[in-house]
């Protein structure tokens, strides 16, 4: 008779990506995995097959928490107003998932990426916007000038990088105002 299953797979990535922003990518082992869900580590390879494959499932996962986090974002009639909104939910989630914010967005040889489709629902509010505020012929280069800036912006706030003074909050909402204002149609 087999043995029970004494954990799931989502019980794992949960705990994966705990203890990856708890103990960063190279704190994420099997070992530590098996520890935080109560197993021996050989049991983990019933669910996932190698320490790459769990962090894909963690980037995966972390790109599906955002793409729920911008996806609850409301509508507005503004799509200026939608796109600082999006912004503001992007650096929040930023905020609160540093580690894993940084394995989606700074590929690495040592981080496996995730199936492109895993992108599409983080991605579609933007696109939605972008639309609304550029048109279809170039929404996709509006949302990837915003992802571009967006992600410089937190990758260096989040490495302590603004020294200078003044506020980040306002230079993070001046740059939303000032792609805003490039993004909007005459």
């Known amino acids: 008779m087999p043995t029970p299953d004494r954990t799931s797979l989502e019980q794992i990535i949960g705990a ?35 320490r790459d494959a769990l962090i894909g499932l963690v980037a995966e996962a972390t790109i599906l928490d955002l793409g729920e986090r911008v996806n609850a974002i409301n509508s507005s009639p503004d799509p200026r107003k939608d796109l600082a909104a999006l912004a503001r939910v992007f650096r929040a989630f930023a905020h609160e ?49 915003f992802t571009a800036w967006a992600n410089g912006f937190l990758s260096m706030e989040l490495a302590g990088a603004f020294q200078l003074g003044g506020s980040v909050e306002d230079a993070f909402e001046y740059g939303i105002a000032r792609l805003a204002d490039a993004f909007t149609r005459p």
């Open 97 to 145: 998932r540093p580690t894993g914010y940084r394995l989606i967005f700074g590929w690495s040889a040592e981080t496996a990426r995730p199936e492109r489709g895993s992108f599409a629902s983080s991605v579609g509010p933007l696109l939605r916007i972008t639309t609304e505020l550029v048109g279809p012929d170039d929404a996709l280069s509006a949302a990837r000038t």
């Open 16 to 50: 994966a990506r705990e203890i990856l922003e708890s103990d960063g990518l190279a704190g994420l082992t099997m070992q530590a995995v098996a520890e935080r869900v109560g197993v021996r580590a050989p049991s983990l390879y019933k669910r996932v097959r190698s």
